[in-house]
């Protein structure tokens, strides 16, 4: 048994252990109150304002200043009470990975579900190991395939996956998605009939690569998202009709599904979609890509990065009819190939296109790959033109480019928002210039990386593009690098 494992069981026990006591605390006395200070003459329904406004984190904070839960319910009786009293305080639960012995977490999680007073609830899962070689056999991962098993039964017991609003699932490895899909499979959409946003990560960007297979092989056979279209759990005839997905939000990072059936889990009620980083053996065809893609017609934001259909040689994008999106304003495409980024682009009708997110997939692993190095950052400028621009490093980037500035497929007329991340391309470039013509109504751009580092396009490069008589950008207001402001023009 692992270390993770048999702290679970620990805290599961004494959790046990303690039901009786837990069972026979006596309600809390009527208590007198000594004003201190003005917040003792708050009534108890601003005071629960109070907390729940307290307790929800902003863009703003400090990583790990946040107000716990916990942490008001011990600053005297009165708070207690109130805290207690207020289901909606605990719905937030994480769990991660490498555990304590103690099982702390684990008793905080079965504490927090015992308060929620049927409240729906938030979970992050995040049991990535932060020391984990990705060289390494997948086997080979602390976190196993019992670890998951043994968290999810734990999560089961508890009754209350009817009332999971949202679930986060971060992994090294391919196993406890694995475990995850197979564990929802057969409840034909019923366990996530409250679930609005599901996030699955397998956080390898490495399986985008071109040529770049699914492993481990064992395991690559697609399961069904949620349950949600699996025939052989379907009612009889004269049965309950079958819960109707609900979900708003769903990203799968490095995540196949059956994309054959996965239109019923992601249907109209959709508004967010993220597919990213699927080895190419595991994508879905263009005509399952369409069909799923159809299927959301509440769909406003769409990201596709480092995935989308998988292509055969010789594929005609006319033999599958055009994918119209008429709700979509912000659109992420992460190439790897140009070729088959302008294949996907063929296929889809953007006409209310606000917000156009490029990126360079390929040109961003291959500086994680020098990252890994341990390179000094001060040679960086010298050994990536030798290593990173070779000749045709900007091609990828160049035929999107251009074939989004010739195609007239995307309305970039109509674009007010534009980012370009990890482009290896001079600020020059014809095909550039061609593009970013046709965005004549663009009035904030955004540029990954604030150095020019191997011909990297930068803000500043779009600063000086920008002063330049003949550019076309005429209500470009601001330009951004990494979220800092270079300039307000």
């Not at 007010?416 to 550039?432: E, K, R």
Request: charged share 20%; glycine share 6%; hydrophobic share 45%.
């Amino acid at each position: 048994m692992s270390q993770f494992t048999a702290s679970l069981a620990c805290a599961v026990h004494e959790w046990e252990r303690s039901r009786p006591q837990r069972l026979a605390t006596p309600a809390p006395s009527p208590f007198v109150l000594q004003l201190r200070s003005p917040v003792d003459r708050l009534p108890p329904e601003l005071l629960t304002t109070v907390f729940v406004l307290t307790i929800e984190p902003r863009h703003h904070d400090t990583p790990g200043l946040t107000t716990s839960p916990t942490t008001l319910s011990h600053v005297c009786r009165r708070w207690r009470a109130v805290a207690l009293g207020l289901g909606s305080l605990w719905t937030s639960v994480a769990i991660a990975y490498p555990s304590d012995p103690s099982g702390a977490q684990f008793t905080r999680l079965l504490t927090y579900l015992s308060r929620t007073k049927g409240y729906k609830i938030d979970l992050m899962l995040d049991v990535r190991d932060p020391e984990w070689d990705f060289e390494l056999p997948e086997e080979e991962h602390p976190f196993t395939t019992r670890d998951m098993q043994a968290l999810l039964v734990l999560l089961q017991s508890t009754r209350t996956a009817h009332r999971w609003r949202s679930v986060e699932l971060l992994t090294d490895t391919w196993a406890p998605i694995d475990v995850f899909l197979r564990a929802t499979r057969s409840s034909a959409g019923t366990f996530a009939q409250s679930m609005e946003r599901l996030v699955l990560a397998r956080c390898n960007a490495y399986f985008a690569r071109n040529g770049a297979i699914f492993e481990p092989a064992a395991l690559k056979h697609p399961l069904p998202l949620l349950g949600f279209g699996v025939t052989s759990s379907l009612p009889p005839a004269d049965g309950p009709p079958l819960p109707l997905s609900r979900l708003r939000h769903v990203s799968l990072v490095g995540v196949h599904v059956d994309w054959s059936i996965a239109d019923f889990a992601l249907g109209p009620a959709l508004t967010h979609l993220a597919l990213k980083f699927h080895a190419s053996d595991v994508r879905p065809s263009p005509a399952e890509f369409s069909h799923i893609l159809s299927a959301c017609l509440c769909l406003e934001t769409l990201a596709i990065v480092g995935s989308g259909p998988s292509f055969s040689p010789g594929f005609v994008p006319t033999s599958v009819p055009p994918i119209v999106l008429s709700s979509v304003t912000t659109f992420t495409l992460g190439f790897v190939d140009g070729q088959d980024a302008t294949q996907l682009l063929a296929l889809l009708r953007i006409p209310n296109l606000a917000k156009l997110e490029l990126e360079d997939v390929a040109a961003g692993l291959n500086l994680m790959d020098i990252a890994e190095v341990g390179m000094d950052e001060n040679l960086l400028p010298l050994t990536l033109p030798l290593r990173v621009m070779q000749e045709d490093d900007d091609l990828s980037a160049r035929t999107v480019l251009a074939w989004l500035a010739e195609s007239g497929t995307l309305p970039l007329g109509k674009l007010t928002s534009l980012s370009l991340s990890s482009f290896h391309i001079a600020a020059m470039n014809p095909a550039l210039h061609a593009f970013l013509r046709e965005c004549r109504s663009v009035g904030e751009v955004s540029v990954a990386g604030t150095r020019r580092i191997a011909g990297i396009l930068t803000g500043n490069d779009i600063l000086a593009l920008r002063r330049e008589p003949t550019w076309l950008l005429l209500r470009l207001m601001t330009v951004s690098s990494r979220g800092r402001v270079l300039a307000p023009l």
